[in-house]
């Protein structure tokens, strides 16, 4: 800025939860910007939602509905991944959480120079001007149609506005909280006037009343806030050779209010600019002090309390001020407090529809906004501002620098991460869609397979594929008509197998009945009777019946080689049967007989067991 010849650089320190509104069409609607899980608000990213698979029209009828509960049963599971960010819900509310003005770049919160300067600005405004020169300037101010104040500090379209001597820059922070805040609210009638709390009537509907009791939820609104202990930085700077060119150049523009108290705002140390600030905020609270303390209401003594803690921290030497500013300034503090003495309440304005007390017949302020925040009650919107020392700003942009340092770091590290995790995104993608070409392919041959009513061949590839695929699933092949198929199959092998192994069983038992039997049989003695001892096979007839009987009975065409000797030892012995002792007719034999014992041995065995026969 031309004409700067001071700079200032502020430390901000938080002494009680401070919100800056972004505006009211920044504000979080629950169901919409934002859901409540488990006692955790989680900040919604509607891009970050599309792109885990929520569709968007089932975003946009829950949106159109605030159906919170719709909405999680979406998310479930990915709340984390669909949000910007998390943070603890103090207290249920109906209202919309009003949200703190933040960095486009980085999305840090933001004291902004301008809320810093306005605050500055009500404190002037009762510095410099006495009260009977402000009520001159609100009546000429009314004649004129214009604001009061420009008869004070001059008019920014003239050019002559005081404040634009004073810049401000804005200063980050590293993080908000949510902070309940309920109003503190007056009742009664006449100069009976009690203490109380605003509160929502139970059916809801718009309704609220007040009484002696504090209830956290019920008429209470969440602001997204700064907390105690939190810094920040700023420059102030202030232009006194551009104040003094623009004074010698422009008298005509001059107000009928004095001046004097203006230029050494910009000319002393800004320990003078600090103990200005100091005054009115200690006056401010004792006012508010006596206020609380006449009209007392359940845990307005912690009210009490936190000012006390907070007059403790006034200087006296202007070494650093604390100022009162943003949401939950109220009506005293935001018109710079120049028309009240004190703030009681001596009757009530019902002209409009928000009544306002009154205070010897001007409006007055009956209510408060109180934050609610870590267990304790205290006024909002107060700060502690310090300027650094050499040594301190020299320090803190060593840690500025520094802390670019590691975050450009971290930046470097995530984008990296983000790199090798498209890597191996890619990677999954590429083996998700390769088992996908497998498993269809597989699929494919299944289906063949039943086509061909390989049915075992099938259902053995479709659990295989099932073991090697236990992601997928697939509706092409009917695995109840297939399993229905193998069974069927399974049990009419069984049935064949069965009769064949029934089969093979009973010839075999016939073969081992017969195998070693016919010697048995043509050797064959009576055990009694007159014949006792005698064989029972005594001519050739009977020989060859019990010989085709044991040829039937084993299943065989002729006698096997092993049961030869049986029939050779029993042909020699009918031949040479020593009992009968009758003349074969060998010729007769050779046509009838020995035809039949051929068929029993074969021609050639039969030939040699005749020639063998006859030598003798």
């Known amino acids: 800025m031309e004409g700067i010849n001071k700079k200032y650089n502020l430390e901000i320190e938080v002494l009680t939860p401070l919100s800056i509104g972004a505006g009211q069409e920044k504000d979080w609607v629950r169901g919409v910007d934002f859901v409540v899980d488990k006692g955790t608000l989680y900040k919604l990213n509607l891009k970050k939602m599309i792109a885990n698979g929520i569709k968007v029209d089932d975003l946009t009828s829950c949106f159109a509905s605030k159906d919170e509960e719709r909405l999680k049963l979406k998310l479930a599971g990915n709340?984390?991944?669909?949000?910007?960010?998390?943070?603890?819900?103090?207290?249920?509310?109906?209202?919309?959480?009003?949200?703190?003005?933040?960095?486009?770049?980085?999305?840090?919160?933001?004291?902004?120079?301008?809320?810093?300067?306005?605050?500055?600005?009500?404190?002037?405004?009762?510095?410099?001007?006495?009260?009977?020169?402000?009520?001159?300037?609100v009546s000429e101010a009314n004649q004129r149609r214009k604001p009061f104040e420009s008869f004070i500090f001059g008019s920014s379209n003239d050019g002559d506005e005081f404040m634009r001597f004073i810049k401000i820059s804005d200063a980050e922070f590293d993080k908000t909280e949510l902070v309940n805040t309920k109003i503190f609210n007056l009742r009664g009638n006449g100069n009976n006037w009690q203490g109380g709390w605003k509160h929502q009537q139970t059916?809801?509907?718009?309704?609220?009343?007040?009484?002696?009791?504090?209830?956290?939820?019920?008429?209470?609104?969440?602001?997204e806030s700064l907390t105690p202990?939190?810094?920040?930085?700023?420059?102030?700077?202030?232009?006194?050779?551009?104040?003094?060119?623009?004074?010698?150049?422009?008298?005509?523009?001059?107000?009928?209010?004095?001046?004097?108290?203006?230029?050494?705002?910009?000319?002393?140390?800004?320990?003078?600019?600090?103990?200005?600030?100091?005054?009115?905020?200690?006056?401010?609270?004792?006012?508010?002090?006596?206020?609380?303390?006449?009209?007392?209401?359940?845990?307005?003594?912690?009210?009490?309390?936190?000012?006390?803690?907070?007059?403790?921290?006034?200087?006296?030497?202007g070494s650093y001020c604390v100022l009162k500013m943003s949401a939950g300034s109220g009506f005293h503090s935001i018109t710079g407090d120049w028309q009240f003495n004190d703030f009681y309440i001596n009757g009530l304005d019902t002209s409009k529809k928000v009544s306002r007390g009154l205070l010897d017949g001007n409006k007055s302020a009956k209510s408060r906004k109180i934050a609610d925040w870590d267990g304790n009650l205290s006024l909002m919107g107060f700060v502690k501002l310090r300027a650094l020392s050499e040594e301190e700003v020299k320090r803190l942009e060593e840690n500025r620098q520094a802390e670019r340092?590691?975050?450009?770091?971290?930046?470097?590290?995530?984008?990296?991460?983000?790199?090798?995790?498209?890597?191996?995104?890619?990677?999954?993608?590429?083996?998700?869609?390769?088992?996908k070409k497998q498993f269809e392919q597989s699929l494919a041959e299944i289906k063949q397979l039943v086509d061909a009513e390989q049915y075992e061949d099938a259902l053995s590839k479709y659990q295989s594929l099932c073991?090697?695929?236990?992601?997928?699933?697939?509706?092409?092949?009917?695995?109840?008509?297939?399993?229905?198929?193998?069974?069927?199959?399974?049990?009419?092998?069984?049935?064949?197998?069965?009769a064949e192994r029934q089969e093979q069983e009973r010839l075999q038992a016939q073969k081992e009945k017969a195998e070693g039997g016919l010697s048995k049989l043509l050797n064959e003695k009576y055990e009694f009777g007159p014949?006792?001892?005698?064989?029972?096979?005594?001519?050739?007839?009977?020989?060859?019946?019990?010989?085709?009987?044991?040829?039937?009975?084993?299943?065989?065409?002729?006698?096997?080689?092993?049961?030869?000797?049986?029939?050779?030892?029993?042909?020699?012995?009918?031949?040479?049967?020593?009992?009968?002792?009758?003349?074969?007719?060998?010729?007769?034999?050779?046509?009838?007989?020995w035809q039949q014992i051929s068929k029993f041995v074969g021609s050639d065995t039969a030939s040699q067991w005749l020639e063998e026969i006859t030598k003798k």
């Open 229 to 317: 202990k939190q810094k920040g930085y700023a420059s102030l700077m202030m232009s006194l050779e551009l104040y003094d060119s623009y004074e010698k150049n422009n008298e005509k523009h001059r107000t009928h209010i004095k001046t004097e108290k203006k230029r050494p705002i910009l000319q002393n140390d800004i320990r003078t600019l600090f103990g200005i600030i100091n005054q009115h905020t200690k006056d401010y609270l004792e006012k508010e002090k006596a206020f609380f303390k006449k009209y007392y209401a359940e845990r307005s003594n912690e009210i009490v309390d936190s000012i006390d803690v907070l007059l403790s921290q006034i200087p006296s030497d």
């Open 203 to 223: 059916n809801r509907d718009g309704n609220s009343f007040t009484d002696e009791h504090f209830k956290s939820t019920g008429f209470n609104t969440l602001y």
């Open 79 to 137: 709340l984390d991944d669909v949000s910007d960010f998390s943070m603890p819900f103090p207290a249920e509310t109906d209202n919309d959480v009003k949200a703190f003005v933040k960095n486009q770049l980085g999305g840090n919160p933001v004291l902004t120079g301008s809320s810093l300067k306005g605050a500055i600005r009500s404190v002037l405004l009762d510095y410099i001007a006495p009260k009977d020169e402000i009520v001159n300037a």
């Open 531 to 593: 014949n006792e001892g005698n064989y029972k096979v005594t001519s050739f007839k009977v020989c060859a019946q019990k010989v085709s009987s044991w040829l039937k009975a084993a299943s065989v065409a002729e006698v096997p080689i092993e049961q030869q000797s049986a029939l050779f030892d029993t042909v020699k012995r009918l031949i040479a049967n020593p009992d009968k002792k009758e003349k074969i007719n060998w010729n007769d034999f050779k046509n009838s007989a």
């Open 405 to 435: 340092q590691r975050k450009e770091q971290e930046r470097l590290a995530e984008l990296e991460a983000i790199r090798i995790k498209a890597e191996e995104t890619a990677k999954e993608q590429r083996e998700m869609e390769e088992r």
């Open 467 to 498: 073991d090697a695929f236990p992601e997928q699933k697939q509706t092409i092949i009917d695995v109840d008509y297939l399993k229905g198929k193998v069974a069927q199959l399974q049990m009419e092998r069984a049935l064949k197998e069965n």
